[in-house]
């Protein structure tokens, strides 16, 4: 059999680009009091990757990620997602962005306490183009046998399951999220991981994680480190570690 004339430095096949940021700044405040967030951020992300962001607190990761996200500005530079530059959009762009082709996935779940898993994800594919069947999200994340729980029948890790499936059954390019572990043991984090990573395979959408966890990071294709506003290393894995063998 003749060999691929192609490349294959990664050994993964070639991807779209998703992202390109070029010089990103964030500026909070001015004068004396100003607060330099981002201090030129520069990145290329591939479609479909799992990207883990780590670095100490304050260090501009959620700054980063909201900017990218659409639920921030940047002061300077540019964040292109394809073809659209985000920091060139005014609010209205910036919310269809949001609400077309990202998935938000917090700390704390925000879940409606008075609905069940079901309504919750219903809320959102009841406003979406062309969602997946609620019951369908929550089969992704393994709560097929939950859906009809309301949020206090459910562990801090199943709701949080609640919370990613709500944010995957709008189909979206890509899936934000800040500490999704951060309230959560070992155990039961790692099945919270084990349902981005599946998403991210079966489906392909692109998925950033901010951690202060480094074991969080074996997990990844590509792990960024941030301090004080800059990014400060990179790194590819060559094996992403399967979520449920990881411990801290
Ligand atoms: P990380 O996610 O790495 O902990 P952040 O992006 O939250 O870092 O914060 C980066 C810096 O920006 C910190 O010094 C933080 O205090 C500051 N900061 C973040 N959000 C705001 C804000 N809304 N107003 C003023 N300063 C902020």
């Known amino acids: 059999m003749q060999e691929s004339a192609e490349p294959l430095s990664t050994g993964r096949p070639a991807r779209r680009r998703i992202y390109h940021i070029e010089d990103l700044t964030k500026t909070y405040g001015t ?25 100490p607190s304050g260090s501009g990761k959620s700054t980063f990620l909201n900017i990218l996200g659409g639920l921030d500005r940047a002061t300077s530079g540019h964040a292109h997602f394809f073809d659209t530059n985000l920091t060139d959009l005014d609010d209205d762009g910036l919310t ?82 800040d500490e999704p572990t951060g309230a959560l043991d070992s155990e039961t984090g790692v099945r919270v991981l084990d349902a981005l990573d599946r998403i991210n395979r079966e489906i392909g959408t692109t998925v950033f994680i901010i951690t202060h966890n480094a074991v969080v990071a074996e997990m990844a294709d590509d792990v960024v480190l941030f301090g004080d506003g800059r990014i400060v290393g990179r790194r590819s894995n060559a094996t992403r570690k399967p979520p449920l063998e990881l411990r801290w």
Request: hydrophobic share 45%; net charge neutral.
């Open 31 to 55: 004068g004396p009091a100003a607060v330099h967030a981002l201090r030129g951020v520069n990145l290329d992300v591939d479609e479909g990757e799992m990207f883990v962001l780590l670095g």
């Open 96 to 177: 269809e962005y949001r609400r077309e082709s990202v998935g938000f996935v917090f700390q704390f779940y925000n879940l409606i306490a008075s609905l069940t898993a079901h309504e919750n994800v219903s809320l959102i594919t009841q406003i979406s183009k062309d969602p997946m069947d609620p019951a369908e999200a929550l089969a992704m994340v393994g709560l097929k046998e939950r859906i009809k729980h309301f949020p206090s029948q459910l562990s801090g890790g199943e709701q949080q399951r609640v919370a990613i499936a709500r944010a995957i059954a709008k189909r979206p390019r890509v899936m934000f999220c």
